[in-house]
């Protein structure tokens, strides 16, 4: 396939392709746990499916074509990715995180790896002063997240790593808001990619999976002995889904964001609400670094209601877009992130960083940009209702 590099052919080409066997053009569903050995010491290459399945090794040389790196690996979540890449780091080593990092992220980092020893520190990674400064000898690596959850904050993911790497750290990007399609962070000098395929990847909110790529071979065999090690595998059935989901991924991500930038530029007039993040909008603070290192602003938006408004009167109103964790797929979904997904970040840190009691986080979908604007303004009607007619 060398000749054929558009990523809306690699999405559905990429990788291993179908079967040699049979000459199916899909990647077939290996179901097993092990594989029968010819010899004392002789197997066809496969031993057990913690260690290797076929379906997962198409999975995982896909995501690694795509992100333009070498070495994929497959994990039954966007957590299991993210632990095992931090099972690279030993007692002693410290992780400068982004301030408005996955609730997950910070709760893993917090919760268990402090515990043995692994220290965090949370840094505005949008300030490359402020990010080199707390750089020092315990610091092993930064993970950020660009545009970042849930107030869609951008990092310039370029003059990061050349910081980190004047230093000798690494570089850990999850990708999860973006994906290959829009962003390739190892392009853009990143060492590892992180992703909760279980969003835009999977696209479909039928799976949970996460994926790790990388360049560097060293990485990669010390990534492989983790996910055998640790065994955080994904399920043959999952991959093979998370195959079929990203081959519409172009499609798809060239609705949501269509979608999305109606909605935003709509939202951000409307009467109801004082705030709005979207680096799709020219005045979004990071829409400069958004559209340099990007091919678009994702279809992700938060949104704060003014003061006074009923926050559980919008959500109650709400009648086409779900309340649910989680994004990406291809229904529109809201999530109140203090909350939700940034519940498990003390209400400090979370005031500190912006994420508010009347913040809004939507997930744009591929419906009727009409219709979605439509369930918003009810619902947007109903929190600025209180018995006047506004
Ligand atoms: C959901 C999410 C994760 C965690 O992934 P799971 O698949 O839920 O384990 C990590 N990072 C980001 C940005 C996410 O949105």
New binding site residues.
């Given amino acids: 396939m060398s000749h054929f590099n558009s990523i809306l052919t690699k999405l559905i080409h990429g990788g291993i392709e179908g079967d040699e066997r049979t000459g199916a053009v899909n990647v077939p569903i290996y179901q097993t746990s092990t594989y029968k050995q010819d010899h004392l010491g002789e197997n066809k290459g496969y031993e057990y499916s913690r260690t290797g399945n076929p379906t997962r090794e198409a999975l995982e040389a896909l995501i690694a074509e795509l992100e333009e790196g070498e070495h994929g690996l497959a994990f039954a979540?966007?957590?299991?990715a993210?632990t095992a890449v931090l099972h690279l780091f030993k007692t002693g080593d410290k992780i400068l995180i982004s301030e408005n990092v996955?609730g997950?992220?910070f709760r893993v980092l917090d919760k268990i790896f402090r515990s043995f020893g692994v220290a965090y520190e949370i840094v505005n990674t949008t300030n490359l002063e402020v990010l080199e400064e707390a750089i020092d000898d315990e610091v092993k690596a930064v993970f950020i997240?660009s545009p970042a959850?849930p107030l869609m904050t951008v990092t310039d993911i370029q003059a990061v790593a050349a910081i980190a790497h004047k230093h000798g750290k690494l570089l850990i990007v999850?990708n999860?808001?973006m994906t290959p399609y829009l962003q390739k962070p190892l392009t853009l000098g990143a060492d590892i990619v992180v992703h909760?395929?279980?969003?835009y990847l999977g696209g479909h909110s039928d799976l949970?999976?996460?994926l790790v790529v990388v360049k560097d071979q060293e990485l990669a065999k010390s990534l492989y002995f983790i996910q055998n090690a640790t065994g955080g595998i994904l399920q043959p059935f999952d991959s093979f889904l998370l195959i079929r989901g990203i081959k519409t991924l172009g499609v798809r991500m060239e609705r949501h964001q269509e979608n999305a930038i109606t909605i935003a530029k709509w939202l951000k007039g409307h009467k109801s609400i004082s705030h709005i993040y979207f680096p799709g909008l020219e005045s979004d603070p990071g829409y400069a670094v958004q559209k340099q290192q990007a091919k678009g602003p994702g279809a992700m938006i938060s949104f704060e209601l003014k003061k006074g408004l009923d926050i559980r009167k919008f959500y109650d109103g709400l009648q086409l877009i779900a309340l649910a964790e989680?994004?990406g797929g291809v229904e529109s979904l809201v999530c109140h992130p203090s909350s939700m997904t940034h519940a498990s970040i003390p209400e400090e840190i979370r005031k500190k960083v912006g994420i508010t009691e009347g913040l809004i986080r939507l997930s744009v979908g591929i419906e009727d940009v009409k219709e979605i604007q439509e369930d918003l303004e009810y619902a947007l009607n109903q929190a600025a209702n209180k018995g006047i007619d506004l």
């Fill in positions: 979540s966007g957590m299991a993210t996955y997950g992220t997240e959850n999850d999860t808001f909760s395929a279980t969003k949970v999976a996460g989680s994004l």
